[in-house]
């Protein structure tokens, strides 16, 4: 059985499935991405769409080898102990082919719910390691402040080597930093231009950094034989790049200052992406002809990222799959 911490001698490729695709359309997408190659899939847990957990069980009980990945389940929402045998249940009756996806959550949603922590790296710290330990069937750590499993023992937990690896979907310094700690790697589910990649990595520390942790990456991505079609589908995906709580993305990218000044003149995020240079657009996202598309998953690769996962652009996802596929890495 393959390890799922082990390092690829090539990086993953995988897929989104968005939360927005119509419920008919999910089993037909999930095989279909199978079909075409990409070794990952991964589902999205967004307020008032879909559950992850269920979307997750559902596609792997409808695949026979893609890895389902999870991003993210926000911690605050969810006990730990009852997460864990969920997931645990999941990785015995499909060793091998899940990731966890953690993360904060998106703020206002978690105020709505009622699940928004004062201290949510506090929060995260210990969620991750309460989750790693009862997922490998250890005891539950020591209550902490806000997780609270102590002694606590799945009495079923998958084998070792199927023991799926929890990846945070954070982004800034400190939370990548604590990422670093507790965690197997991390989950950039924002547009992932390979600067950013490579100094999330760093921000995990060295010592992750020698662990070969996750890198696993979300870009727009459009593929066509007209690369300015293909460039036009993908600037909706990246609207929300330049606000306040995107400093740590943006910070890396050469061109971080004219990206600024460029969303401070626009009035919107749809303008700003409309007018955003070419260049900018080819950085942030995957898009173009296949050859352009697969130098770009190539490049996150090898800035440290060992899954590119490419998130459909336009209203059309489940026909797009074999167009994005056209970007799959080519097999010797």
Same mark, same amino acid.
């Given at each position: ?188 589910? /924002?547009? *992932? $231009?390979? !600067?950013? #990649?490579? =100094?999330? +990595?760093?921000?995990? %520390?060295?010592?992750?950094? &020698?662990? @070969? ?13 007209? /690369?300015? *079609? $293909?460039? !036009?589908? #993908?600037? =909706?995906? +990246?609207?929300?790049? %330049?606000?306040?709580?995107? &400093?740590? @993305? ?22 700003? =992406? ?59």
């Amino acid at each position: 059985m393959p390890d799922p911490h082990a390092l690829p001698a090539r990086g993953r490729v995988g897929v989104l499935l968005p939360r927005d695709l119509p419920v008919r359309d999910v089993l037909p997408y999930a095989r279909r991405a199978e079909e075409l190659g990409f070794e990952q899939l991964w589902v999205v847990e967004d307020l008032g769409w879909r559950g992850g957990i269920a979307q997750a069980a559902t596609v792997l009980a409808t695949t026979t080898k893609v890895t389902v990945g999870i991003g993210i389940l926000p911690a605050g929402a969810r006990n730990v102990c009852f997460a864990a045998m969920e997931l645990a249940t999941l990785a015995q009756l499909h060793p091998g082919r899940l990731i966890a996806g953690v993360g904060h959550g998106m703020p206002g949603w978690m105020r709505q719910a009622g699940a928004w922590p004062a201290g949510p790296l506090t929060l995260i710290k210990e969620y991750a390691t309460a989750l790693r330990r009862l997922l490998r069937g250890e005891p539950g750590p020591a209550d902490g402040r806000y997780v609270r499993c102590e002694g606590v023992v799945l009495t079923e937990t998958p084998a070792t080597e199927a023991v799926p690896p929890v990846v945070l979907g954070v982004r800034g310094p400190r939370s990548q930093a604590a990422a670093g700690e507790v965690a197997d790697g991390l989950l950039l589910a /924002e547009p *992932a $231009a390979p !600067a950013y #990649v490579t =100094a999330s +990595l760093h921000q995990l %520390g060295p010592t992750a950094a &020698a662990r @070969h942790p996750e890198i696993v990456t979300y870009d727009a991505a459009a593929v066509d034989d007209d /690369e300015e *079609a $293909a460039l !036009a589908r #993908v600037r =909706a995906g +990246l609207e929300a790049i %330049g606000e306040p709580d995107w &400093a740590a @993305h943006i910070d890396p990218l050469p061109f971080a200052a004219e990206l600024r000044a460029h969303r401070a003149a626009c009035p919107d995020g749809r303008e700003f =992406a409309r007018t955003m240079p070419a260049a900018w657009v080819r950085e942030l996202s995957i898009a173009g002809t296949p050859d352009q598309a697969r130098v770009a998953i190539d490049a996150r690769h090898a800035a440290g990222a060992t899954g590119v996962v490419l998130a459909p652009a336009g209203p059309a996802a489940l026909s797009s799959l074999d167009s994005l596929a056209r970007a799959l890495p080519r097999r010797p």
